[in-house]
């Protein structure tokens, strides 16, 4: 299984930062999901975020939150969205990082859920809800099974605590560049330089900037600030919206979005 | 904070990391001022003089003489504002302004938090959103109207049920966008630390009062004290004055709504199994995967799965028990309290009467049972007119 280190690595080789879309598993269907999924790392995508979907997403704006409730009702569950990244990573090996709300990992039981996941092909997680004073729930149990740990710094982070952050991130630093929940926006936020400046000051663990990159030339500013990879996710997850009952024109809009970022990109 | 805000393993922050840096310096606030003479002399003040503190402690004798031992009604349905929720409001409201705040933002089931922050926003001048499921926009409309006129803006929250749960997701959501002008005046003794330890002081004038008031009426401590569970607010004041008096019953009564299968009720003690959801770790009703359930109840200030962690320690610990009760029952004790005291319980608190008057006959005649009446009725006559032309109860 690729690790992030040997993606990260030829990437920094290649002076290009990754392209990551982020994607809620099973939205709007399982086989529609995977169908998306797949025409994403056609398209160039250097790893995958996938999200299993929980019941009150407090990290998530609208667009997301909808993601959800329409992979909820199509029947995705947490045993089920193992068995979708199996078969992503059957179809090919591209790094693939899990997004979750706590209490979806807490129920499966942390240790039993951080060994099936790597088994099924995750190679870190994220828990949106779980900060680093409370990591030690998840990282212990993450780290025996094999996984990576990825964890959030926000532009109110201070300083100090970011150093204790990145020293707690084995996979790579999700940086969120704005006060504020996930979702599309217009402008890229004038934090996001400063922030990934300081990151890349403390830590050499890959860092990766979300939320609210919308457009190609936010992804060049993103990856011109220094960041080793740029997530996009409402305006991907949008896209499924948009073409809802429509698979092919789904995966033409994501495909052609993503392929156009990938080029911005230098790729 | 880590291992701080917990109670025994309950409670913690589990939050996003934007929200740390905002809950530290509201911990930090909390504590540099709650015990500072000059915020302490203010919110005395407000509470005496604007709330109507202390409210009285009444002994209901038609009640008694119908149920067969003496119960003593804790009346915070006498404060301005109707309810409990006002103790809070003022002290998070002061807080608020002591930090340099100068906007509000809070959730609402009821409508009564909604509206305790809403007066509080005009008191204090400060731009105020009220975030309301509009399930509960819908029937707790009078309290809407009242927000308004204080000058809120109420925003109705459309996810899920659109009730309590749903208005705290939003409620967060806001604040992750709006940490550094907006405090978030959190209405019941849940969610992240330092919520539960905040709340639970601003409501502990609750149980001072009660257990001084029990002691001059009577002489001697009750028997029992009973208080509705919701997020646990009204029920962790009250029993914070006699946790320390052993030989004191304490007993928590939760929303049975229309019966305990799934979906149906909001029972989260009695029913609900160890999670994670707003930022704590507590009982929750949720399915074998941990999503969250749907919840049911008459009356919106309990209609919410989790429940505050301190309420969680003291059940396993068996300090405090709790029990549900179902909605026939609610509102024959809310019609009940009508009828003998000429008083209208808020549904919530109806929960807590339906309980008492389940003891009919089961008492000594002497037995001291001290209920908190967290609030009045005056918001729920049009339901329970409602639901009894419905003919959910037996008139
Ligand atoms: C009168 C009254 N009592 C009780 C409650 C329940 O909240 P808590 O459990 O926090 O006291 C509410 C909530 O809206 C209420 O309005």
């Known amino acids: 299984m690729k690790s992030y280190r040997e993606v990260f690595g030829q990437l920094r080789r290649e002076g290009r930062a990754a392209l990551i879309p982020f994607f809620v598993i099973g939205d709007p ?8 999924v797949k025409a994403a790392v056609d398209a160039g995508a250097d790893v995958l975020e996938l999200g299993i979907a929980f019941s009150d997403p407090i990290a998530d704006g609208p667009t997301i939150q ?21 078969r992503v990573k059957a179809y090919k090996d591209v790094p693939i990082g899990l997004l979750m709300y706590y209490n979806l990992v807490y129920q499966y039981g942390v240790e039993r859920f951080c060994v099936n996941a790597h088994a099924a092909g995750v190679n870190s997680i994220l828990v949106a809800d779980l900060s680093i004073d409370d990591a030690d729930e998840v ?20 300083e100090q605590r970011m150093t204790r952050i990145a020293a707690a991130t ?37 860092v990766c900037v979300g939320f609210g990159i919308s457009r190609p030339e936010h992804a060049v500013a ?29 995966k033409e809009a994501i495909t052609g979005f993503l392929g156009d970022i990938r080029v911005a990109l230098g790729g | 904070m880590k291992n701080r805000g917990r109670f025994g393993d309950f409670g913690g922050f589990y939050v996003p990391e934007v929200l740390i840096p905002v809950l530290e310096e509201l911990e930090a606030a909390f504590y540099r001022y709650y015990e500072d003479p000059r915020f302490v002399a203010a919110l005395g003040l407000l509470l005496r003089d604007y709330a109507g503190r202390p409210s009285p402690l009444y002994h209901a004798k038609r009640l008694s ?11 915070e349905d006498c404060l301005h504002g109707g309810a409990h929720k006002v103790n809070n409001t003022l002290g998070q409201g002061l807080l608020a302004r002591y930090m340099g705040k100068t906007k509000l933002i809070a959730e609402t089931g009821a409508g009564q938090h909604g509206l305790g922050t809403a007066m509080v926003g005009a008191l204090l001048g400060m731009e105020t959103k009220i975030f309301m499921g509009v399930t ?26 659109g009730t309590l749960k749903d208005a705290i997701n939003d409620a967060l959501r806001y604040w992750t966008g709006h940490v550094t002008d907006t405090f978030y005046l959190f209405g019941s003794a849940c969610g992240p630390h330092p919520y539960p330890t905040i709340v639970r002081h601003f409501q502990s004038c609750i149980g001072a009062e009660a257990r001084r008031q029990c002691l001059e009426q009577c002489g001697r401590l009750p028997d029992t004290v009973v208080a509705c569970v919701g997020g646990g607010s009204n029920a962790i004041g009250m029993f914070s004055g006699f946790l320390a008096d052993e030989g004191v019953k304490l007993v928590g009564v939760e929303a049975g709504g229309r019966s305990l299968a799934q979906g149906r009720h909001a029972a989260t003690l009695v029913a609900g199994r160890v999670g994670v959801l707003h930022g704590a770790k507590a009982y929750l009703l949720q399915d074998e995967e941990g999503q969250v359930h749907e919840t049911e109840s008459v009356s919106a200030g309990l209609d919410y799965p989790a429940v505050g962690p301190e309420h969680c320690y003291l059940k396993d610990t068996g300090r405090a028990q709790y029990v549900a009760a179902g909605d026939e029952a609610v509102l024959d004790a809310f019609e009940a309290l009508a009828k003998l005291e000429g008083i209208l319980p808020a549904l919530e608190s109806s929960h807590a009467l339906a309980y008492v008057m389940g003891l ?30 419905d003919n959910l109860g037996q008139a």
Do not use: W
């Open chain 1, 170 to 206: 084995t996979g790579f630093v999700y940086t969120v560049s704005v006060l504020g929940v996930t979702g599309s926006r217009d402008e890229l936020s004038g934090q996001v330089e400063g922030l990934v400046g300081r990151l890349k000051r403390l830590t050499d663990v890959p």
């Open chain 1, 139 to 158: 990282a212990g149990p993450a780290r025996k099974a094999g996984l990576d740990t990825v964890f959030m710094v926000t532009p109110n982070t201070a």
């Open chain 2, 136 to 161: 509960d926009i819908e029937r707790q409309s009078v309290n809407v109207h009242k927000m308004r006129l204080h000058g809120a803006q109420v925003i109705g929250v459309e996810g899920g049920t």
């Open chain 1, 222 to 250: 993103v990856a011109r600030a220094g960041a080793d990879g740029v997530i996009i996710g409402s305006k991907v997850v949008s896209m499924i919206e948009q073409n809802l009952g429509a698979p092919g024109a789904m």
């Open chain 2, 360 to 389: 009919k006959g089961r008492l000594d005649g002497d037995a001291i049972v001290v209920v908190n009446l967290s609030g009045r009725g005056d918001k729920d006559v049009g339901i329970v007119e409602k639901c009894r032309r």
């Open chain 1, 29 to 36: 269907d399982f086989e529609t999901s995977l169908g998306v």
């Open chain 1, 66 to 86: 909808k993601a959800g409730i329409r992979a909820m009702r199509a029947g995705m569950t947490v045993a089920r969205a193992l068995e979708f990244i199996g």
């Open chain 2, 65 to 75: 003489e119908h149920v067969g031992f003496q119960v003593y009604l804790k009346r």
